[in-house]
């Protein structure tokens, strides 16, 4: 029942955070022009809207999780005993 996407998870993944920026954008962009279709009564294929949708969530998640392991990466390791003691 799955379809397959254009962009798999595992191929976006491997792509750096400047070539995730991009594809968002491209994905944007046609967002808004399957917007601007359906509006003008000129689309033919509706799941491309969902797919579309879908396929922005994917990058966006894989961004978040890239930045949180950069994140983590970054900062150094807190000192596990020195909380709660007097």
């Given at each position: 029942m799955a379809k397959n996407a254009l962009y798999k998870a595992s191929d976006v993944r491997s792509k750096?955070?400047?070539?995730?920026?991009?594809?968002?954008?491209?994905?944007?962009?046609?967002?808004?022009?399957?917007?601007?279709?359906?509006?003008t009564g000129q689309q033919?294929?509706?799941?491309?809207?969902?797919?579309?949708?879908?396929?922005?969530?994917?990058?966006?998640?894989i961004q978040a999780e890239k930045t949180r392991c950069a994140r983590k990466l970054s900062t150094p390791a807190e000192p596990s005993g020195s909380a709660g003691t007097s």
């Open positions: 750096t955070p400047d070539e995730l920026s991009a594809l968002l954008l491209d994905l944007r962009k046609e967002q808004f022009n399957l917007r601007f279709q359906r509006a033919e294929g509706t799941g491309r809207v969902r797919e579309c949708r879908r396929e922005i969530a994917r990058v966006k998640t």
